[in-house]
Nanobody
Framework: QVQVVESGGGLVQAGGSLRLSCAASGRAFSTYGMGWFRQAPGKEREFVAAISWSGSVTEYADSVKGRFTISRDNAKNTVYLQMNSLKPEDTAVYYC????????????????WGQGTQVTVSS
Protein backbone atom coordinates (compact mmCIF):
# COMPACT_ATOMS: atom_id res chain seq x y z
CA GLN A 1 0.00 0.00 0.00
CA VAL A 2 1.12 3.57 -0.73
CA GLN A 3 0.20 6.79 1.03
CA VAL A 4 0.61 10.05 -0.85
CA VAL A 5 0.57 13.65 0.34
CA GLU A 6 0.51 16.63 -1.99
CA SER A 7 2.03 20.04 -1.31
CA GLY A 8 3.01 23.19 -3.14
CA GLY A 9 -0.34 24.61 -4.09
CA GLY A 10 -1.20 28.26 -3.69
CA LEU A 11 -2.31 31.47 -5.34
CA VAL A 12 -0.45 32.67 -8.43
CA GLN A 13 -1.07 35.22 -11.14
CA ALA A 14 -1.74 34.16 -14.70
CA GLY A 15 1.52 33.46 -16.49
CA GLY A 16 3.22 32.41 -13.30
CA SER A 17 4.59 29.07 -12.17
CA LEU A 18 4.14 26.59 -9.34
CA ARG A 19 5.72 23.27 -8.54
CA LEU A 20 3.61 20.64 -6.84
CA SER A 21 5.18 17.82 -4.89
CA CYS A 22 3.76 14.45 -3.97
CA ALA A 23 5.53 12.62 -1.16
CA ALA A 24 4.84 8.91 -1.01
CA SER A 25 5.36 6.41 1.74
CA GLY A 26 4.87 2.70 1.84
CA ARG A 27 6.22 -0.24 0.00
CA ALA A 28 7.90 -0.21 -3.39
CA PHE A 29 7.09 3.34 -4.48
CA SER A 30 9.40 2.92 -7.46
CA THR A 31 7.19 0.16 -8.86
CA TYR A 32 4.09 2.37 -9.15
CA GLY A 33 3.01 4.50 -12.01
CA MET A 34 2.11 7.95 -10.71
CA GLY A 35 -0.32 10.55 -11.92
CA TRP A 36 -1.75 13.98 -11.32
CA PHE A 37 -5.42 14.80 -11.68
CA ARG A 38 -7.37 17.96 -11.00
CA GLN A 39 -10.93 18.91 -10.15
CA ALA A 40 -12.41 22.36 -10.56
CA PRO A 41 -15.62 23.40 -8.76
CA GLY A 42 -18.65 21.88 -10.44
CA LYS A 43 -16.54 19.77 -12.80
CA GLU A 44 -15.46 16.18 -12.92
CA ARG A 45 -11.97 15.09 -11.95
CA GLU A 46 -9.72 15.15 -15.01
CA PHE A 47 -6.39 13.67 -15.95
CA VAL A 48 -3.42 16.03 -16.04
CA ALA A 49 -0.22 13.99 -16.34
CA ALA A 50 1.25 10.56 -15.65
CA ILE A 51 4.68 9.04 -15.36
CA SER A 52 5.87 5.46 -15.44
CA TRP A 53 7.70 3.82 -12.55
CA SER A 54 11.08 4.45 -14.20
CA GLY A 55 10.26 7.95 -15.37
CA SER A 56 10.96 7.00 -18.98
CA VAL A 57 7.35 7.37 -20.12
CA THR A 58 5.18 10.43 -19.54
CA GLU A 59 1.75 11.42 -20.75
CA TYR A 60 -0.11 14.71 -20.61
CA ALA A 61 -3.57 16.06 -21.17
CA ASP A 62 -3.74 18.22 -24.28
CA SER A 63 -4.73 21.21 -22.16
CA VAL A 64 -1.40 21.22 -20.28
CA LYS A 65 1.00 19.81 -22.86
CA GLY A 66 3.98 22.11 -23.32
CA ARG A 67 3.26 23.97 -20.06
CA PHE A 68 3.38 21.26 -17.36
CA THR A 69 6.13 18.74 -16.69
CA ILE A 70 5.83 15.64 -14.54
CA SER A 71 8.92 14.06 -13.03
CA ARG A 72 9.86 11.74 -10.20
CA ASP A 73 12.75 11.06 -7.87
CA ASN A 74 12.51 7.47 -6.68
CA ALA A 75 15.33 7.99 -4.19
CA LYS A 76 13.14 10.60 -2.46
CA ASN A 77 9.82 8.82 -3.05
CA THR A 78 8.53 12.01 -4.60
CA VAL A 79 6.71 13.00 -7.77
CA TYR A 80 6.65 16.57 -9.04
CA LEU A 81 4.43 18.61 -11.32
CA GLN A 82 6.10 21.73 -12.65
CA MET A 83 3.42 24.10 -13.91
CA ASN A 84 4.43 27.04 -16.08
CA SER A 85 2.43 29.66 -17.98
CA LEU A 86 -0.50 29.10 -15.68
CA LYS A 87 -3.96 30.16 -16.79
CA PRO A 88 -7.10 30.92 -14.76
CA GLU A 89 -8.64 27.73 -16.15
CA ASP A 90 -5.92 25.74 -14.38
CA THR A 91 -7.57 26.64 -11.07
CA ALA A 92 -8.51 23.41 -9.32
CA VAL A 93 -7.69 21.03 -6.53
CA TYR A 94 -4.78 18.91 -7.73
CA TYR A 95 -4.54 15.28 -6.68
CA CYS A 96 -1.63 12.88 -6.79
CA UNK A 97 -2.32 9.18 -7.24
CA UNK A 98 -0.50 5.86 -7.52
CA UNK A 99 -1.33 3.05 -9.91
CA UNK A 100 -0.32 -0.56 -10.35
CA UNK A 101 -0.25 0.13 -14.11
CA UNK A 102 2.98 1.18 -15.80
CA UNK A 103 1.31 4.44 -16.82
CA UNK A 104 -2.36 5.31 -16.72
CA UNK A 105 -4.72 8.10 -17.78
CA UNK A 106 -8.00 6.99 -16.23
CA UNK A 107 -8.93 7.65 -12.63
CA UNK A 108 -10.20 4.11 -12.03
CA UNK A 109 -6.72 2.79 -12.80
CA UNK A 110 -5.36 4.53 -9.73
CA UNK A 111 -5.70 2.88 -6.35
CA UNK A 112 -4.15 5.33 -3.91
CA TRP A 113 -5.04 9.00 -3.73
CA GLY A 114 -3.91 12.01 -1.75
CA GLN A 115 -6.15 14.65 -0.22
CA GLY A 116 -5.32 17.26 -2.82
CA THR A 117 -3.76 20.71 -2.88
CA GLN A 118 -5.51 23.87 -4.07
CA VAL A 119 -4.11 25.82 -7.00
CA THR A 120 -5.68 29.17 -7.76
CA VAL A 121 -4.65 31.23 -10.77
CA SER A 122 -5.82 34.84 -10.82
CA SER A 123 -6.33 36.79 -14.01
Amino acid sequence: QVQVVESGGGLVQAGGSLRLSCAASGRAFSTYGMGWFRQAPGKEREFVAAISWSGSVTEYADSVKGRFTISRDNAKNTVYLQMNSLKPEDTAVYYCAASNRVVARLAYEYHYWGQGTQVTVSS
